[in-house]
């Protein structure tokens, strides 16, 4: 079965450095691979996706991700934080071939902005 | 478009009690999700439609949720009898073509079983 895990619980970082989220999937073809975000009190706003081709993909609000097959992986970065990007990260995975709505989503990343 | 929309935004019960929570999806969106969140288990699918058909509800907890969508703008998560271990924040997302594309989130319904 298809599973996400983003290891880290919660990140604090300063504004103006760099961040990195990791995502690990479990998935045995090509999967469709997702990050969502979420302010607090709001629902999930896609952020960027992968599906095939180049494995660095752009997203919105300055963040990018890189898939890496051989790593089961497709960590979240963004060169320069702002104070606004502090919400919950989530990563989340549909199976090819499988089930149009089987996404499924990791536990989430809490980002703090320091100051 | 309004975005996906949810009803009530906060709502809180007594254990025993029916609880309905609603949800207008986006015009055109031939899928609806209905997602539960908490801080032990994450984000968890319950169900989703295709074109107001269940396609997949092995992620409803018990025979205590159910769920329907009449019409393609409409659709109600209903519990009954509730329990306090039901507190959670409930979204409704729809999409064009499932889960492989965007999702658009509802803004949740906070619900508190006391």
């Known amino acids: 079965a298809q599973s996400v895990t983003q290891p880290d619980i919660h990140i604090t970082v300063s504004e103006g450095a760099s961040l990195e989220l990791r995502c690990n999937y479990s998935y045995g073809a090509t999967p469709y691979l997702f990050w969502y975000v979420q302010s607090p009190g709001q629902g999930l706003q896609l952020l960027l996706k992968y599906f095939s081709g180049d494995t660095l993909v752009q997203g919105i609000k300055g963040f990018e991700a890189e898939f890496k097959r051989s790593q089961s992986s497709f960590n979240l970065r963004k060169p320069s934080v702002h104070w606004s990007d502090a919400a919950e990260y989530f990563c989340a995975v549909v199976g090819y071939g499988g089930s149009q709505g089987n996404l499924i989503f990791g536990k989430g990343t809490k980002l703090s902005v320091k100051p | 478009d309004a975005g996906v929309i949810q009803s009530p935004r906060h709502e809180v019960t007594e254990m025993g009690q029916e609880v309905t929570l609603r949800c207008k999806p986006i015009s055109g969106h031939d899928y609806l999700f209905w997602y539960r969140q908490t801080m032990m288990r994450g984000l968890e699918l319950l169900i989703y439609?295709?074109?107001?058909?269940?396609?997949?509800d092995s992620g409803m907890p018990e025979d205590r949720f159910s769920a329907k969508m009449p019409n393609a703008s409409f659709s109600t998560l209903k519990i009954q009898p509730s329990e306090p271990r039901d507190s959670a924040v409930y979204f409704c997302?729809?999409?064009?073509?499932?889960?492989?594309?965007?999702?658009?989130f509802g803004s949740g319904t906070q619900l508190s079983v006391l």
């Open positions: 997302a729809s999409s064009f073509i499932g889960g492989r594309e965007k999702l658009f």
């Open positions: 439609f295709n074109n107001n058909v269940p396609i997949d």
